[in-house]
């Protein structure tokens, strides 16, 4: 086996030091940014040299809502989630919402509110394939954005695909 020695870096980069890291993270989760710093963020994530490091389906998007119970994980009220959100490779938008025939606001068997989401036939294909792949995929996350913001990233345990689906939490 051929290995290569690499030095650890002395000191850490503009990146780095404003993107926090907790061991509660999921797959989809970059870390946690301060709304102060969202921006910069944002523009660092664009360069060329720090671009490459990602693949180029790629998008970074944050959460809309600051992080829920920051202080009992380590993190500041103004901490916001950032994601890596993979983008279909023409760039499109899976499921839009022309393709949802109905939102509403329901409770669920527990009490515990959540939207329940009804397709029409094109949504619901897209849902059942996306959500198919998801559930095959280790339980992947699938987020779910209202104006570039991240508002769920719902675990897929299983597929869905009856065109009926219902978001609870964040």
Do not use: C
Request: hydrophobic share 35%; aromatic share 6%.
């Amino acid at each position: 086996i051929d290995t290569v020695e690499v030095e650890a870096p002395t000191e850490i980069g503009p990146l780095a030091s404003m993107i926090r890291i907790d061991g509660n993270s999921s797959f989809a989760t970059l870390g946690y940014v301060s709304k102060n710093n969202r921006d910069d963020v944002l523009k660092l994530l664009k360069r060329d040299d720090v671009a490459r490091f990602f693949p180029r389906t790629a998008s970074f998007h944050f959460s809309r809502e600051a992080v829920e119970n920051a202080e009992d994980r380590g993190l500041d009220q103004n901490d916001y989630t950032l994601y890596v959100v993979k983008q279909s490779p023409n760039g499109r938008v899976r499921i839009s919402g022309e393709m949802i025939t109905d939102a509403r606001s329901e409770a669920d068997q527990a009490g515990e509110m959540g939207v329940g989401i009804t397709m029409d036939q094109e949504g619901t294909r897209e849902w059942a394939r996306w959500s198919t792949n998801a559930a095959s995929d280790n339980n992947r996350q699938i987020a779910i954005l209202l104006d570039s913001q991240v508002v769920s990233a719902p675990t897929v345990r299983v597929p869905i695909r009856d065109g009926r689906t219902r978001i609870d939490g964040g």
